[in-house]
Nanobody, 123 residues
Framework: QVQLVESGGGYVQVGGSLRLSCAAS????????TGWFRQAPGKEREFVAA???????TYYADSVKGRFTISRDNAKNTYLQMTSLKPEDTAVYYC?????????????????WGQGTQVTVSS
């Protein structure tokens, strides 16, 4: 089992920045990838960004390219640095982890999920 705990969400004005953190614990040795997804009210969960467990490969949704940066450290933490935030970035953000080498943008291939952290961007 793997446990994921997100932190860093909050309330920010348009154009502002936030940094989300995801702490992983448990059986992380064979994880292949961690990622961030988000879900706005009334919408499906959507892919935001992913990073290989080694940190060597990153992937982004088109909607966040150039504004968001995903990274990892050696202490099993995954981060999402969000800049130039827009009202449409408002959502609950979830950290996820998977042993699978499947499509990085598909939520169904992720085995573990955090509880989510709310990000609200106000205009």
């Amino acid at each position: 089992q793997v446990q994921l705990v997100e932190s860093g969400g909050g309330y920010v004005q348009v154009g502002g920045s936030l940094r989300l953190s995801c702490a992983a614990s448990g059986r992380t040795l064979t994880l292949y990838r961690t990622g961030w997804f988000r879900q706005a009210p009334g919408k499906e969960r959507e892919f935001v960004a992913a990073i290989s467990w080694s940190g060597g490969n990153t992937y982004y949704a088109d909607s966040v390219k150039g504004r968001f940066t995903i990274s990892r450290d050696n202490a099993k933490n995954t981060y999402l640095q969000m800049t130039s935030l827009k009202p449409e970035d408002t959502a609950v953000y979830y950290c996820a982890a998977t042993y699978s080498t499947g499509s990085w943008y598909r939520p169904e291939i992720y085995n573990y999920w955090g509880q989510g952290t709310q990000v609200t961007v106000s205009s």
